[in-house]
């Protein structure tokens, strides 16, 4: 009779400390969760074509949003979204932003908004992150890699607490419907397929 209650006792408190651990580590989770918006005075989105072959034009996008949550302080496992406004397209010449803007490449007025969901965000080595996730450009979804530098997190002089984050790759316009060709007389293209994007974006963690 005695064993018994030693016994009882024993599995009381193991149940006890199991109920308690439970919960510890669910409070640890819930505190390292953070969510994050993004700074956009402090960030942007870049974009490089080849022209004629033999150079290369640059452009940006002046209207952008993103948010991040992050379950690890290392943000590694993090979810990602951004959208861009396709009307920001600015590739300091009128006549050019107008064409794209037109059905020959984004159709800006059917499709204003090109919009990214990250699928995975993994911690390669060091500040190094491998990001994959879903991109849609006018009507076509498809899934694209980025490659991307983690700058690192600190407090600014007001007591906010900034993460900065530098994203390249490469996509195919013609993927996602750009689809407008021209030829030089050599037979190159007049614009080429492949777009460089640079994304330099820096984080703001929302207060709880």
Same mark, same amino acid.
């Given at each position: ?6 016994n ?38 870049k974009?490089? @074509?080849q022209?004629? &072959?033999?150079?290369? $034009?640059?452009?940006?996008?002046? #209207?952008? +949003?993103?948010?991040v /949550? ?7 496992n ?12 600015n ?34 080595k ?9 991109l849609?450009i006018r009507? @076509?979804?498809?899934? &694209?890699?980025?490659? $991307?530098?983690?700058?690192?997190? #600190?407090? +600014?002089?007001?007591? /906010? ?16 419907g750009?689809?407008w ?14 777009v ?13």
């Open positions: 009779m005695y064993i018994c209650c030693i009882d006792n024993v599995n009381l408190f193991m149940k006890k400390i199991l109920l308690l651990s439970a919960f510890a580590i669910a409070q640890l989770a819930a505190t390292a969760q953070t969510k994050w918006a993004l700074d956009k005075s402090h960030s942007s989105v974009f490089t @074509v022209h004629l &072959v033999i150079s290369e $034009v640059e452009g940006s996008f002046k #209207v952008f +949003d993103g948010g /949550n992050a379950p690890t302080a290392d943000f590694n993090a979810a990602i979204n951004f959208s861009v406004d396709v009307n920001s397209i590739t300091d010449d009128s006549k050019r932003d107008a064409h794209l803007k037109s059905d020959d490449f984004f159709n800006a007025e059917k499709y204003p908004a090109m919009k990214f969901t990250s699928t995975s965000f993994k911690k390669i060091g500040n190094q992150y491998a990001l994959e996730g879903n849609t009507d @076509v979804t498809k899934k &694209v890699k980025l490659a $991307v530098v983690y700058g690192g997190t #600190v407090k +600014d002089p007001w007591g /906010n607490i900034k993460a900065g984050f530098k994203a390249t790759g490469k996509i195919n316009r013609k993927d996602f750009l689809k060709g021209a030829m030089t007389e050599a037979g190159g293209a007049v614009v080429g397929d492949d460089n994007m640079t994304i330099n974006v820096e984080f703001a963690q929302q207060k709880a």
